[in-house]
């Protein structure tokens, strides 16, 4: 009788299954930043926001000897450094995007980047009627983003219910969106420029594009002299976070092997593993260093054979949705809700965000969308219907990740900060639960889906 190895593995087995399959599902990561969200929310209501910001402000220093010494407050931290790594996903998504994915055909990507240009545009004249001529116009970049992790988390909660295409249609207007937000960021929520730190972002740049077009298919040089480039932009007065979309398009986007090249070598090395096999029938790979060996040229191969780009955004995704997004939140949602009074509610940058969000966001996809298609611009994704679409749009108004992160640039005064903060939960929350009933509603109809797209 043969001994079970490996007894608690049954144990293990019925604990982390759970756990990995919730963790598998599109919509955890929405769900864990919505969870940290409320657990700051939570946090500064009983402990006051001073108490958060008080501790979010103490200052790390990273330093190698007398050389070298980089002082920044927890705060900074999160947001110029963990945050690199989301515009590095961001990045390296957006590149997919362009090269084979919605926006690689002009004609498909027409609709979603003119519904983006829509959801920049009208949110940010409205914040602006708002704000018109105060201090507080700096804000307007702040409704101009979609949350995509929150959106796209949404649709799926709706399963069968929504087309495919829809999805496809929202991830690719989401990602036009990061893309014109971190344009407005660079441009715009720079304050000023070291031409020192400048010149030498650029040499690093230009050498990870050497390494891109000599070949250089490992990810550890470009993983160093991203490095070197964070700290780079950071001196050079780009928000840091800037060096994660340059870093992403200089990374590889094609494999090293041809799936041909690779089905004859793991084709030649799966006849030496069963000859290996058949030599020492029984014997495990422990007492076989050829089978190890011949397993770890398969590996090796199997990584070859696929997208250094692909590998680094599989690798990375995990650890921004589960652990940075919510260090995130943890940092810069904090609102104490029982200092809030009617009067927060009214002020402009409350306001300006709250119907830039909300009502910005679905006038401004929904109308330059039905423009583009009227025109001749763009076509309408099969099996979505106008009302699909309008539904779509409302969940554009969830701002949340980037809405924060542009708040945070716009202010230095901690009273606006907090009004766009409520601003931004408030209408996070009104485009979810909006966008949620419109959609149940449009798929509730059977006829809507047989609507002529027009």
């Known amino acids: 009788m043969s001994r079970n190895r490996y007894p608690l593995a049954p144990l293990f087995g019925r604990i982390l299954s ?4 919730f963790l598998q599902r599109a919509t955890a ?17 009983c402990f006051g926001g001073a108490a958060l910001h008080h501790f979010w402000e103490q200052e790390v220093a990273l330093s190698a000897g007398t050389a070298f010494e980089l002082r920044l407050s927890l705060h900074h931290w999160v947001n110029d450094g963990l945050m690199a790594l989301f515009f590095l996903m961001v990045g390296l998504e ?3 995007e362009i090269l084979v994915g919605e926006l690689a055909s002009l004609r498909d990507a027409a609709l979603p980047i003119m519904a983006a240009l829509g959801g920049m545009m009208v949110p940010a004249l409205i914040y602006a009627a708002f704000n018109a001529g105060q201090p507080t116009m700096a804000g307007w970049g702040i409704p101009m983003a979609t949350d995509i992790a929150f959106a796209i988390g949404i649709l799926v909660l709706l399963g069968p219910r929504i087309p495919k295409s829809l999805i496809i249609f929202l991830m690719a207007l989401a990602i036009a969106d990061d893309l014109g937000a971190v344009l407005v960021i660079a441009v715009f929520y720079t304050q000023s420029l070291n031409p020192s730190a400048l010149m030498a ?17 490992h990810p550890l040089p470009y993983a160093l002299l991203g490095i070197l480039l964070w700290y780079a932009v950071l001196a050079s007065g780009i928000h840091a976070t800037i060096a994660g979309i340059l870093l992403a398009f200089t990374i590889p986007a094609f494999s090293r092997f041809s799936p041909q090249d ?23 790979s422990l007492g076989n260093p050829h089978m190890a060996t011949i397993a770890a040229a398969m590996e090796a191969s199997a990584a070859h054979v696929q997208s250094p780009l692909l590998r680094i955004e599989h690798g990375i995704t995990p650890w921004v949705t589960f652990l940075i997004i919510p260090v995130f939140a943890l940092s810069n949602a904090g609102i104490d809700l029982g200092s809030i009074r009617l009067g927060d509610l009214l002020e402009p940058v409350t306001t300006g965000v709250f119907f830039g969000l909300v009502l910005g966001k679905v006038l401004g996809i929904s109308l330059f969308s039905r423009a583009a298609v009227r025109f001749g611009l763009a076509r309408l994704p099969a099996g979505i219907t106008w009302h699909h679409l309008t539904g779509a749009a409302w969940l554009g108004g969830i701002g949340f990740t980037m809405s924060l992160f542009i708040s945070q640039l716009a202010f230095s005064n901690a009273m606006h900060i907090e009004q766009a903060k409520l601003g931004i939960l408030l209408a996070s929350a009104a485009a979810a639960a909006t966008g949620l009933a419109w959609l149940l509603h449009a798929t509730k109809n059977p006829p809507l889906m047989n609507e002529e797209r027009k």
Do not use: C
């Open 201 to 217: 972002a650029g040499l690093i740049l230009g050498f990870l594009i050497l390494l891109n077009r000599g070949g250089v298919r």
């Open 29 to 45: 990561g929405g769900i864990i930043l919505i969870a940290t969200t409320l657990l700051t929310i939570a946090l500064s209501t």
């Open 18 to 21: 759970p756990l990995e399959q």
């Open 262 to 284: 690779f089905d004859a070598r793991i084709e030649e090395l799966h006849t030496a593993f069963r000859a290996q096999q058949g030599a020492r029938a029984g014997q495990e």
């Open 94 to 96: 957006l590149k997919r």
